[in-house]
């Protein structure tokens, strides 16, 4: 069955490989790479050819690449001046945009799902919330999460924006704010890292535990608000975030194997859930 698909290197090297995000029509993979020496953002094709690097930082540590929903852009986070910053790129390379300019730690960025927002975390009122602004970097940032957020996404539809909340047992989970207002809902109860989301067309995928990620795969449907089990995933330590094909068969995601990361694949993706206890 597909759950004992050990799954197969999909992109390695010596150094490390992580961070994998399909583009949304699935032809292509970027993800983040010190393979050039530097962490950069690079893009492959989706079986892992013609690896190349999109960004050039030199040094200042770039990651956390998302897609725009219509393929063009690539959002991505970047240490400059001291601090981490949320950067926009063509998916075509050329010169990035600066998106974010402030003395706090501005991460994990996401698209809206018209492509006219990013969503980021940021500490630059206090504690780590979400915050959201003009995809062109016009305007100014406004709040979106009202407690601590550590990333997430909208969904599909526009009307809610769900993300991942760190803390204790009582708080830690996946959280769903409404975009036109409302409370705050805690989703599902187990602590999930930010990179270890991946948004589809009806929920969330998503792997649990911070410090030491779970091996199996869970899913949070958005219409119905339950989770339910997907597969086993083969390794132990997955720390860099994976991501689900559009057509749900395939997920690619960064597996330790030594002191560095590959990114392998694993095929017969069980995309609907297979049944199983919930998170």
Same mark, same amino acid.
């Given at each position: 069955?597909?759950?004992?698909?050990?799954?197969?290197?999909?992109?390695?090297?010596?150094?490390?490989?992580?961070?994998?995000?399909?583009?949304?029509?699935?032809?292509?993979?970027?993800?983040?790479?010190?393979?050039?020496?530097?962490?950069?953002?690079?893009?492959?094709?989706?079986?892992?050819?013609?690896?190349?690097?999109?960004?050039?930082?030199?040094?200042?540590?770039?990651?956390?690449?998302?897609?725009?929903?219509?393929?063009?852009?690539?959002?991505?986070?970047?240490?400059?001046?001291?601090?981490?910053?949320?950067?926009?790129?063509?998916?075509?390379?050329?010169?990035?945009?600066?998106?974010?300019?402030?003395?706090?730690?501005?991460?994990?960025?996401?698209?809206?799902?018209?492509?006219?927002?990013?969503?980021?975390?940021?500490? *630059?009122?206090?504690?780590? !919330?979400?915050? $959201?602004?003009? #995809? =062109?970097?016009?305007?100014?940032? +406004?709040? &979106?999460? @009202?407690?601590?957020?550590?990333?997430?996404?909208?969904?599909?539809?526009?009307?809610?924006?769900?993300?991942?909340?760190?803390?204790?047992?009582?708080?830690?989970?996946?959280?769903?704010?409404?975009?036109?207002?409302?409370?705050?809902?805690?989703?599902?109860?187990?602590?999930?890292?930010?990179?270890?989301?991946?948004?589809?067309?009806?929920?969330?995928?998503?792997?649990?535990?911070?410090?030491?990620?779970?091996?199996?795969?869970?899913?949070?449907?958005?219409?119905?608000?339950?989770?339910?089990?997907?597969?086993?995933?083969?390794?132990?330590?997955?720390?860099?975030?994976?991501?689900?094909?559009?057509?749900?068969? *395939?997920?690619?995601?960064? !597996?330790?194997? $030594?002191?560095? #990361? =590959?990114?392998?694949?694993?095929? +017969?993706? &069980?995309? @609907?859930?297979?049944?199983?206890?919930?998170?």
């Amino acid at each position: 069955g597909p759950d004992e698909n050990p799954g197969t290197r999909f992109l390695s090297s010596t150094l490390y490989d992580g961070g994998p995000q399909f583009s949304p029509d699935g032809a292509r993979i970027a993800f983040e790479s010190n393979r050039g020496g530097s962490m950069e953002i690079w893009i492959a094709e989706a079986d892992g050819r013609n690896a190349m690097p999109l960004t050039t930082t030199r040094g200042t540590l770039a990651g956390h690449a998302r897609w725009s929903p219509d393929g063009s852009q690539i959002a991505y986070e970047a240490r400059v001046d001291g601090q981490i910053e949320i950067f926009t790129i063509s998916a075509r390379g050329g010169r990035p945009v600066r998106i974010t300019s402030d003395p706090a730690n501005d991460t994990s960025p996401t698209s809206s799902a018209d492509g006219t927002s990013i969503y980021f975390a940021s500490h *630059r009122d206090g504690p780590s !919330r979400g915050y $959201r602004t003009a #995809a =062109d970097g016009t305007g100014a940032p +406004q709040t &979106v999460t @009202e407690t601590v957020s550590s990333g997430g996404y909208e969904s599909p539809d526009g009307k809610y924006f769900y993300f991942a909340r760190l803390g204790g047992a009582s708080t830690a989970g996946i959280w769903r704010k409404p975009l036109e207002g409302g409370e705050e809902v805690r989703m599902t109860e187990a602590a999930v890292a930010w990179q270890n989301l991946s948004l589809a067309a009806n929920g969330l995928y998503y792997l649990p535990g911070l410090r030491n990620i779970e091996s199996t795969l869970y899913f949070f449907d958005f219409s119905t608000g339950k989770t339910r089990m997907v597969r086993s995933l083969p390794g132990a330590y997955f720390f860099g975030g994976f991501t689900v094909s559009p057509d749900r068969k *395939r997920i690619i995601l960064t !597996r330790a194997e $030594r002191l560095d #990361a =590959d990114l392998v694949v694993v095929d +017969q993706f &069980v995309g @609907e859930g297979r049944g199983g206890r919930g998170r």
